[in-house]
């Protein structure tokens, strides 16, 4: 299958993908914090090749992983949590990569959590008894990846979503990118230490607002409040971005990674106590009417609309 994510200035192509999901004793291992990761053997399940819902791949020194389903706005199913922690694993260990970018195929970034894969499961229950434990180490992925990250978002960037662009070192957006937090629309919280990371980027009140109301906040805005570095043109992230990336990803490693590590100290521990804080809510949460009632609303507007529409219902 040839994939390609050429609207975020990426043009090479992937020839190959394998659908692959992540093994019962892997899932086992997780309960490890992930700077306890071990390094991936060669040929194992890491390689790039090994991936259905990203597209991944390296560009000299840059590890690209790039959201990639895009008939449902690249909306995540729990496969492409394991694919997302298999990846940032991967780029972790290997010694070539000095930077991880982020970004999503057709336009779009992500539109966060495919609340539709619950039908698939006969007992979802069992589904919400593993969401907090998945999430925890998806996000500790993330929190202890000692690789530069960054955020390249182009177009809707949702809910878990906008989370993983926090949680990058640096974000550039483009001119059509906007961020959205919907959890209290669907009777839930904030998750993956959301509810420390917006007030620290965008103050207390203007994150409040966001992640209180679910208001939407514009690519200008974004800038504005220095959630963005930088608010490139579509058109122009080949020709302007990309070099510029790359030519990052030269710096001294050395020194990349020591300014990585006095950046990250001081918040890790906050992280990891607003990621507690926010499992212990959603767990309970979860167990609502009311985000049982917002999981059946998009299970028959699905029907309704048929397969590939559904997360448009979010954006």
């Known amino acids: 299958v040839v994939m390609s994510a050429s609207n975020n200035g990426i043009n090479t192509k992937q020839t190959t993908t394998v659908s692959t999901s992540l093994p019962t004793s892997t899932a086992k291992a997780a309960t490890a914090t992930a700077h306890s990761i071990t390094k991936p053997k060669p040929n194992s399940a890491s390689q790039p090749c090994s991936y259905s819902e990203l597209h991944v791949q390296q560009r000299d020194r840059i590890y ?7 008939t449902v706005c690249n909306a995540l199913t729990r496969r ?24 999503g195929a057709d336009g779009c970034f992500t539109s966060g959590n495919d609340l539709t894969q619950l039908s698939q499961y006969t007992s979802p229950h069992a589904f919400f008894r593993s969401s ?5 180490f998806l996000i500790k992925s993330f929190i202890f990846c ?3 990250l960054v955020a390249l978002v182009d177009g809707p960037c949702i809910g878990i979503g906008f989370v993983f662009a926090m949680l990058c070192d640096v974000v550039y957006c483009t001119e059509r990118a ?23 980027l ?10 209180l109301f679910g208001t939407r906040l514009s690519a200008v805005e974004a800038l504005r409040f220095n959630l963005v570095a930088r608010i490139v043109p579509q058109s122009e992230l080949e020709r302007q971005l990309w ?16 300014t990585k590590r006095v950046l990250a100290k001081m918040e890790r521990e906050q992280l990891l106590h607003a990621l507690k804080a926010e499992c212990l809510e959603l767990e309970r949460l979860r167990k609502g009417e009311t985000y049982q009632r917002a999981i059946q609303a998009f299970v028959a507007r699905k029907d309704r609309m048929g397969s ?8």
């Open 132 to 136: 907090n434990y998945v999430l925890r």
């Open 178 to 200: 906007y961020f959205e937090t919907p959890f209290t629309r669907l009777g839930l919280c904030p998750e993956g230490c959301a509810t420390y990371l917006l007030p620290q």
């Open 202 to 211: 965008l103050g207390r009140v203007k994150a409040a607002e966001l992640l």
């Open 80 to 103: 492409g949590y394991y694919e997302l922690i298999r990846a940032l694993n991967y780029a972790t260990f290997d010694d070539a990569i000095t930077t991880v970018v982020l970004t």
């Open 64 to 70: 690209v992983i790039t959201f990639n389903r895009p």
């Open 146 to 148: 000692p690789k530069v």
């Open 308 to 315: 590939g529409d559904e997360n448009k219902s979010k954006l």
């Open 243 to 258: 070099p510029q990336l790359l030519a990052y990803a030269r710096l001294p490693v050395e020194s990349l990674r020591a």
